[in-house]
Protein backbone atom coordinates (compact mmCIF):
# COMPACT_ATOMS: atom_id res chain seq x y z
CA UNK A 1 0.00 0.00 0.00
CA UNK A 2 1.29 3.64 -1.07
CA UNK A 3 2.14 6.11 2.07
CA UNK A 4 -0.36 8.72 3.11
CA UNK A 5 0.37 12.28 2.04
CA UNK A 6 -0.09 14.54 4.76
CA UNK A 7 -1.55 17.70 3.81
CA UNK A 8 -2.18 21.13 5.89
CA UNK A 9 -5.98 22.12 5.52
CA UNK A 10 -4.56 25.90 6.50
CA UNK A 11 -2.10 26.21 3.83
CA UNK A 12 -4.64 24.01 1.07
CA UNK A 13 -7.05 27.12 2.45
CA UNK A 14 -4.63 29.55 1.51
CA UNK A 15 -3.87 27.52 -1.87
CA UNK A 16 -7.23 27.85 -3.12
CA UNK A 17 -7.96 31.54 -1.81
CA UNK A 18 -4.92 32.45 -3.96
CA UNK A 19 -5.52 30.63 -6.84
CA UNK A 20 -9.45 31.94 -6.88
CA UNK A 21 -8.14 35.51 -7.02
CA UNK A 22 -5.68 34.45 -9.72
CA UNK A 23 -8.24 32.87 -11.87
CA UNK A 24 -11.18 35.63 -11.21
CA UNK A 25 -8.43 37.57 -12.33
CA UNK A 26 -8.04 36.23 -15.92
CA UNK A 27 -11.82 35.26 -16.05
CA UNK A 28 -13.81 38.73 -14.95
CA UNK A 29 -17.15 37.68 -15.36
CA UNK A 30 -16.55 35.09 -12.63
CA UNK A 31 -17.37 36.06 -9.58
CA UNK A 32 -16.77 34.06 -6.64
CA UNK A 33 -15.03 33.81 -3.15
CA UNK A 34 -13.88 30.68 -1.79
CA UNK A 35 -14.83 30.68 2.17
CA UNK A 36 -15.69 26.93 2.76
CA UNK A 37 -14.06 24.12 1.26
CA UNK A 38 -15.58 21.10 0.01
CA UNK A 39 -13.46 17.61 0.61
CA UNK A 40 -15.82 15.20 -0.96
CA UNK A 41 -15.27 11.60 -2.12
CA UNK A 42 -14.93 12.88 -5.72
CA UNK A 43 -14.26 16.19 -5.91
CA UNK A 44 -12.25 18.78 -3.45
CA UNK A 45 -13.29 22.23 -3.82
CA UNK A 46 -15.32 24.95 -2.99
CA UNK A 47 -19.25 25.80 -3.71
CA UNK A 48 -20.08 28.53 -5.84
CA UNK A 49 -22.75 31.45 -6.03
CA UNK A 50 -25.45 30.71 -8.25
CA UNK A 51 -24.73 32.59 -10.72
CA UNK A 52 -22.24 30.08 -12.00
CA UNK A 53 -25.66 28.73 -13.75
CA UNK A 54 -25.14 31.67 -16.51
CA UNK A 55 -21.62 30.18 -17.93
CA UNK A 56 -21.67 27.60 -19.83
CA UNK A 57 -19.71 24.44 -19.39
CA UNK A 58 -17.26 25.17 -21.43
CA UNK A 59 -16.48 28.39 -19.28
CA UNK A 60 -16.80 26.96 -16.15
CA UNK A 61 -14.39 23.89 -16.74
CA UNK A 62 -11.63 26.85 -18.37
CA UNK A 63 -12.05 28.49 -14.84
CA UNK A 64 -11.54 25.41 -13.04
CA UNK A 65 -8.59 23.86 -14.96
CA UNK A 66 -7.24 27.45 -14.49
CA UNK A 67 -8.33 27.48 -10.50
CA UNK A 68 -6.78 23.89 -10.14
CA UNK A 69 -3.30 24.82 -12.02
CA UNK A 70 -3.09 27.76 -9.46
CA UNK A 71 -3.89 25.10 -6.52
CA UNK A 72 -1.62 23.05 -7.53
CA UNK A 73 1.35 25.79 -8.04
CA UNK A 74 0.15 27.46 -4.58
CA UNK A 75 0.80 23.91 -2.72
CA UNK A 76 4.11 23.46 -4.28
CA UNK A 77 5.43 26.69 -3.26
CA UNK A 78 3.60 26.69 -0.13
CA UNK A 79 4.21 23.12 1.22
CA UNK A 80 6.84 21.22 -0.75
CA UNK A 81 6.75 19.82 -3.28
CA UNK A 82 6.55 16.32 -1.81
CA UNK A 83 3.24 17.33 -0.33
CA UNK A 84 2.02 18.60 -3.40
CA UNK A 85 3.37 15.60 -5.69
CA UNK A 86 1.02 13.79 -3.73
CA UNK A 87 -1.44 14.94 -5.63
CA UNK A 88 -0.04 15.02 -8.59
CA UNK A 89 2.21 17.13 -10.81
CA UNK A 90 -0.76 18.88 -12.59
CA UNK A 91 -3.82 19.15 -11.00
CA UNK A 92 -7.18 19.13 -12.96
CA UNK A 93 -10.00 21.21 -12.95
CA UNK A 94 -13.14 19.43 -12.01
CA UNK A 95 -16.63 20.59 -11.98
CA UNK A 96 -19.14 18.67 -9.87
CA UNK A 97 -23.08 19.40 -10.14
CA UNK A 98 -25.43 17.76 -7.66
CA UNK A 99 -29.11 19.18 -7.26
CA UNK A 100 -28.73 22.46 -8.52
CA UNK A 101 -25.01 22.91 -6.82
CA UNK A 102 -21.91 23.04 -8.06
CA UNK A 103 -18.62 22.49 -6.72
CA UNK A 104 -15.27 23.89 -8.61
CA UNK A 105 -11.60 21.75 -8.03
CA UNK A 106 -9.94 18.69 -8.47
CA UNK A 107 -10.15 15.17 -8.33
CA UNK A 108 -9.87 14.25 -5.22
CA UNK A 109 -6.43 12.41 -4.40
CA UNK A 110 -6.02 8.97 -2.49
CA UNK A 111 -4.85 8.19 0.52
CA UNK A 112 -4.50 11.91 2.25
CA UNK A 113 -4.37 12.92 5.72
CA UNK A 114 -5.34 16.16 7.14
CA UNK A 115 -3.50 17.69 9.80
CA UNK A 116 -4.53 21.79 11.18
Same mark, same amino acid.
Given at each position: ??? #? ?21 ? +? ?11 ? /? ?13 ? +??? /? ?17 ? #? ?7 ? /? ?13 ? +???? /? ?11
Amino acid at each position: MAK #ATTISVTKLSAAVQDAVKAAAAK +HPKFKVDAEKLSL /GYLIWGFPVPDHFNT +HTV /GETQAFADDLAAGIGSGLA #AGIGSGIAA /GLGSHLEGAVFSRRG +HLIL /GFPAPPEVLFER
